[in-house]
Each structure stands twice: as C-alpha cells, then as structure tokens.
C-alpha cells in the first residue's frame, strides 16, 4: 500500500511568521509531488507542484523535496489569516499515468 | 478560461439506488480523475481517463463505474447505493501526464 503521511495538526502560526508543512511518502520511484490547499467547505486549489529535488518558490510558497529522504515540504512565509485552510500533500504514483495519493492533510492556523 | 465544471452540486438519494455524475474538464485538457472524499478517508483515488481510456484504478468496489466521451468530458456512476457513499465526489482535470491537476467544485452526494 502506497502512503502519504502528514502531521494532522492543527498547526497554530501567528500573522507573518514562516509555517512549515511536512510529508512524507513510501514509494522512491515517485515523479511528481503536489500541494492543494482547501478551505472548508470548498475543493482543493493547486498551491505548488515539484518534480525535481531542491527548492521551487513561488511567491509566499516554497517547496522543498528530498527524493532520498523521501519527503517533500511546503514553507509558507508571511503567513496570513487568509491562509488559514488545510493543505494536502498529493503523490503520483502512477508513473507516466494519474493516480494520486492524497495524505490526510494539515489544518493551518494563522492568528491575527 | 473556464475551470472544471461539475454537475449537480447537490444529490440526494435512497440506498439501493443509482447515479450518474457528470464532469466537465478544462479545455484542452484530456485527462480526467475521479475522487471521494470523506471525513474519515480523506480523498482517495477512483479512476483516470485519458483519451477515452481508463489508465487507473483506485481499490474501489465494482459498483462505481466511469467512461470518458471523445470531447474528454466524464461521467462516473455508482450503482446500488450504499450509506457509506455518502461523500463527495471530486473530478480533477489536466493536459496529460504528471501536469498538474485542478479540481472542480464537486458533487457532494447523501444516501439516505
């Protein structure tokens, strides 16, 4: 069984500082690591995406990946309260093809 | 552009029941996947489409089904509805391969 481990929070930031969100996953041959973020109620909207190990920014967003260490990050910084949601951590394990693997998600907070 | 339409936002059924969900995916895009989510599992994975073919398959029962048509948009079914149906539904679309996916708004979906 092919897994996405997330710390499931909540995570409590206040405005402006940095939150740090972490994943990991099980399978090494993975090509593609994603990062949704979904308010209450609401479908998960594509934060950021990372095929390659090192840093992708992109804004507030970074995120991180380490295929040997197999874990990928996403560092928000000058956090706001409109960041306030749950952020998923995807895998595609599906090689060339989609198959998604979702880790449960963390809820963020940030405090005004 | 338009984003990835789903309909209907809202359903309501009796167990024993079937239904049909209809996904319209974003110009361009040929690759359609289909997700549950649900309190307790977070989203998991149904099915992918690409150029009318199914590529993937999540560890679904056979009760739910899907098909793509030749202008990529989707339909998936689930027949003989149970309680445990209860969710809701997610279709994601995007350009092919690993290229990121964006979801639409979803069809939540009651089994009474």
């Known amino acids: 069984q092919k897994e996405v481990e997330q710390n499931s929070g909540p995570l409590s930031v206040p405005e402006g500082a940095i939150a740090s969100l972490n994943c990991t996953y099980s399978?090494?041959?993975?090509?593609?690591f994603f990062w949704y973020r979904q308010y209450s109620g609401k479908s998960p909207e594509l934060i950021m995406f990372?095929?390659?190990?090192g840093d992708k920014e992109d804004g507030r967003f970074t995120a991180q990946l380490n295929k040997a260490s197999q874990y990928v990050s996403l560092l928000i910084r000058d956090s706001q309260p409109s960041d306030s949601a749950t952020y998923l951590c995807?895998?595609?394990?599906?090689?060339?093809?989609?198959?998604?693997?979702f880790g449960k998600g963390t809820l963020l907070t940030v405090n005004p | 552009k338009a984003g990835v339409t789903q309909t209907p936002r809202y359903l309501i059924k009796t167990r024993g029941q079937q239904v049909t969900l209809s996904c319209s995916p974003i110009s361009g895009h040929r690759s359609v996947s289909w997700y549950q989510q649900t309190p307790g599992q977070g989203l998991q994975f149904l099915f992918e489409?690409?150029?009318?073919?199914?590529?993937n398959k999540g560890n679904f029962p056979g009760r739910f089904s899907g098909r793509q048509f030749s202008n990529s948009r989707s339909e998936m079914n689930v027949s003989t509805l149970e309680l445990g149906d209860s969710a809701l539904y997610l279709c994601?679309?995007?350009?092919?391969?690993?290229?990121?996916?964006?979801f639409g708004d979803g069809t939540r979906l009651s089994i009474l």
């Open positions: 995807a895998v595609n394990y599906g090689g060339s093809n989609y198959k998604l693997t």
């Open positions: 994601a679309s995007s350009l092919g391969s690993n290229q990121p996916q964006h």
């Open positions: 990372i095929y390659s190990n």
């Open positions: 399978d090494r041959g993975s090509q593609s």
């Open positions: 489409y690409f150029s009318e073919t199914q590529r």
